[in-house]
Structures are given as C-alpha cells and as structure tokens.
C-alpha cells in the first residue's frame, strides 16, 4: 500500500517562501513520476508542477513557473516544492501524488495519478 504524507505548509506573508516535503512508502519511489496539485476553496484541484522518475524532467504550471521549483531525492523517498514569491492567489490545499506507471514521464494529467496524500494548507497572506 503506497503511502504519500505531505508536511510544511501553513501561513506565510505574500512575498514569502515555503517548503513543501512528501514522504513516500509502499512501492519503489525512485521508479515513479510525481506531481504536486492544489485546490483552492470553492474552486477545481489544478496541477502545480511534476517531476520525472529520475528528477530529469520537471513541468509547471504558467501560474507557479519561475517561482515554485520541484525537486526529489530518491534515496530519501521525497519530493518537494519549493515556494518563493509567494501570492496570496497561491492559497490553497497542496497535495502530492504518484504516477500510475512506472517510468512513466512527468504529467500534468491528474488521471495519471492512482496515489495521493492527505493535503497540507498554504495559506498566503496580503
């Protein structure tokens, strides 16, 4: 059973950065794409970035590019997302997740997903 738990979210001024980490257990981490999503309230969950199984390959999302970077470190099992320049449009809950297929290339495609954690609020005040 794959197991993602995401952690560092919470409240930060706008202009301000964070540092979002997802911890993975139950299936061999370093073979698996991972993505990061956020759904703020009242509103569809929408791709944030995504990163190759090897860290080779990463996509963003217009709204974060340039400002969020993601990255992993497969002997540790987790990914991250580095915020900076944070907006309070940013506000949001994050939430990580894995690709369906094994060396499978990065997607903006939250179908092609089959694992996801629990969340973590940002929240980005003006």
């Known amino acids: 059973q794959v197991q993602l738990v995401e952690s560092g979210g919470g409240l930060v001024q706008a202009g301000g950065s964070l540092r979002l980490s997802c911890a993975a257990s139950g299936r061999t981490f370093s073979s698996y794409a991972m993505g990061w999503f956020r759904q703020a309230p009242g509103k569809e969950r929408e791709f944030v970035a995504a990163i190759g199984w090897n860290g080779g390959n990463t996509l963003y999302a217009d709204s974060v590019k340039g400002r969020f970077t993601i990255s992993r470190d497969n002997a540790k099992n987790t990914v991250y997302l580095q915020m900076d320049s944070l907006k309070p449009e940013d506000t949001a809950v994050y939430y990580c997740?894995?690709?369906?297929?094994?060396?499978?290339?990065?997607?903006?495609?939250?179908?092609?997903?089959?694992?996801w954690g629990q969340g973590t609020q940002v929240t980005v005040s003006s």
């Open positions: 997740a894995q690709h369906r297929n094994g060396l499978g290339a990065p997607s903006s495609f939250q179908y092609e997903y089959d694992y």
